[in-house]
């Protein structure tokens, strides 16, 4: 469920009543900048569709994509909807004649991804429409309440997000916002005033659009902002079986961390640093935090008794300090594979001990292409699935996962992950979590994967 399900209903019925005489110009100017056409006209974070008149009156047809289903459940009515993510759109490269994001940059936290993603699926001609506003004149450190003027307060110069708010009655205190300050020094003589600057039309010919000043500064930015990925499931075992898996057993599923047992008390590594247990209660919610220099890692987990199994909720919040893109995207796949892998666990060796074992491939196999290599020296089919039997090099196992970038083979007595990181431009890692005695030493991974990529 995102933020904007559980306020729906606000939004549609109370909300918008405040936003019918546009006070922004926001229609005016869509109305501007997309101009006549013909063909479909795809709107990024559609919400509720209160847009899709003004695109309709345009002479083009509306199409709408969202993340929460309690905004498209209302915006069915206005235009044909799918459910989505806008940095991963379902729909074929240069097929749209036009695109537009409307008051939606700042529910973005990887925005750069997103006007990407708009650049793939464009047309050659076709147009893609921005319109949004400038954070000094509404964003969570601009204060409205004096309608003489627009007060700034302090927190402004710092990215990331934030649910601060100079009223309760709008949106951002409720559902919170990418902040990300774009200050008028930053404007370059040929390209727009940046104090003033809340829209922009960009047509492509072809490849990605040329970034204007105002981009620029939004991928500047948002190489040193926040981020947040998760895992919410339920699993196999106990809140008891569970907390010892993630508490004292990481190493039997992701790798060896330990955690003195009390809040308080100390996490080794999980970090560089090392940091602070911050939550300690047994069988039910657990965290930890590291912050040094502006810099922070949080973990938080609760756990929920579901009859003998346990759903447990995780949040991984922190700060990448350069690459946003491609950390976020590693950070969210790694996890996905990782608390898997928990299930795995819990499933199939609960409460067993794992050696642990990590062989990173030389620097060559970070090149693309390398995942494909890996596999094929494994003998892995193309069209294999979760379930096909497989060898890892003469240990007979069952695939329990598979993406473009992860493989997951079980055998009766241990889990080999394969992490297809030349994705995000780093050396392959092979795995593995063994629950019989073994010398990780003289399995020769290292002379293998040094063949392979050779």
């Keep these: 469920m995102t933020a904007y399900d559980t306020i729906a209903d606000w939004y549609e019925t109370t909300f918008l009543t405040g936003q019918r005489d546009d ?118 450190f601009a204060d409205r309440s004096d309608e003489r003027a627009v007060v700034i307060r302090p927190g402004y110069r710092d990215p990331g997000w934030t649910t601060a708010s100079w009223t309760d009655r709008g949106l951002r205190d409720k559902v919170g916002a990418a902040h990300l300050p774009l200050p008028a020094r930053r404007a370059q003589p040929d390209g727009p005033r940046l104090a003033g600057a809340k829209s922009f039309a960009v047509v492509v010919e072809s490849g990605l659009p040329r970034l204007t000043p105002w981009q620029e500064v939004i991928e500047e930015a948002a190489m040193t902002k926040e981020f947040e990925v998760g895992f919410e499931g339920t699993l196999a075992g106990t809140p008891d079986q569970c907390w010892r898996a993630v508490t004292v057993e990481a190493g039997s599923w992701s790798w060896p961390i330990s955690y003195e047992p009390r809040a308080g008390g100390r996490e080794t590594g999980l970090t ?52 946003w893109d491609t950390n976020y995207d590693a950070c969210r796949k790694h996890t996905a594979f990782y608390y898997h ?10 409460g067993r001990s794992a050696t642990y074992a990590m062989t990173e491939a030389p620097e060559s196999s970070a090149e693309p292409g390398g995942f494909a290599k890996l596999k094929k020296a494994l003998g892995v089919p193309d069209d294999v699935q979760a379930g096909d039997r497989l060898a890892v090099r003469g240990h007979d196992g069952v695939v329990d996962y598979v993406t473009p970038e992860f493989l997951g083979v079980r055998t009766a007595d241990a889990l080999y992950r394969f992490y297809g990181r030349n994705a995000f431009g780093w050396p392959i890692g092979v795995g593995r979590h063994h629950f019989a005695e073994v010398d990780a030493d003289a399995e020769g991974w290292d002379a293998w994967l040094a063949e392979v990529f050779g």
């Design 23 to 140: 006070p922004l110009g926001i229609e005016a100017t869509l109305h501007e900048l997309l101009g006549p056409g013909a063909g479909s006209c795809l709107e990024l974070g559609c919400g509720t569709g209160i847009h899709a008149g003004t695109i309709r009156e345009l002479g083009r047809r509306p199409l709408g994509i969202d993340v929460s289903a309690g905004m498209l459940r209302h915006a069915t009515g206005r235009l044909p909807v799918a459910r989505g993510d806008a940095e991963a759109l379902p729909v074929a490269t240069g097929s749209l004649p036009a695109v537009v994001a409307v008051m939606v940059h700042t529910d973005m936290p990887a925005y750069p991804a997103v006007l990407r993603e708009a650049a793939r699926v464009l047309a050659p001609g076709g147009v893609f429409v921005h319109v949004g506003v400038h954070p000094c004149f509404c964003g969570g």
């Design 272 to 323: 560089f640093y090392g940091g602070e247990v911050t939550v300690w209660q047994p069988d039910e919610h657990f965290a930890t935090r590291c912050e040094k220099d502006g810099w922070f890692n949080e973990l938080d987990y609760t756990f929920e008794p579901r009859g003998d199994a346990t759903h447990l909720k995780f949040v991984h919040r922190g700060v990448f300090l350069e690459d």
């Design 341 to 350: 892998s928990l299930g795995e666990y819990l499933a199939h060796f609960p």
